[in-house]
């Protein structure tokens, strides 16, 4: 069964720092779009960033831009999701997953999600 595992996610203070990671069971990441989303608290589901599968692209939300930096080591089979000045309204569980291609009108999105794992929770408060 393909899934992706998410980690990295806790507890940081305003303005603070958290790298997430993404790494598959199963299967290679190489030939797949990776896009992180969060689910934050009554809030719909909110694509946040998007990399091609060299990693020649990037896309992301207007919410992080500046903020949240996506990477990823294909030989390490592993996708990154920097996350520098957190704020508060950032809190929420974090997922990843995999797609065909980031969207084409949609900034920090997939074009169709295809698998993703159980999340990892991001809380942001003092």
């Known amino acids: 069964q393909l899934q992706l595992v998410e980690s990295g996610g806790g507890l940081v203070q305003p303005g603070g720092s958290l790298r997430l990671s993404c790494a598959p069971s199963?299967?290679?990441?190489?030939?797949?779009?990776i896009g992180w989303f969060r689910q934050l608290p009554g809030k719909e589901r909110e694509g946040v960033s998007c990399?091609?599968?060299?990693?020649?692209?990037?896309t992301y939300a207007d919410s992080v831009k500046g903020r949240f930096t996506t990477s990823r080591n294909n030989p390490k089979n592993t996708v990154y999701l920097q996350m520098n000045g957190l704020k508060p309204e950032d809190t929420g569980t974090y997922y990843c997953?995999?797609?065909?291609?980031?969207?084409?009108?949609?900034?920090?999105?997939?074009?169709?999600?295809?698998?993703w794992g159980q999340g990892t929770l991001v809380t942001v408060s003092s």
């Open positions: 997953a995999t797609g065909p291609a980031c969207s084409p009108s949609t900034e920090g999105a997939l074009s169709r999600l295809e698998v």
């Open positions: 199963g299967f290679r990441l190489a030939v797949f779009a």
């Open positions: 990399i091609s599968p060299a990693g020649g692209t990037t």
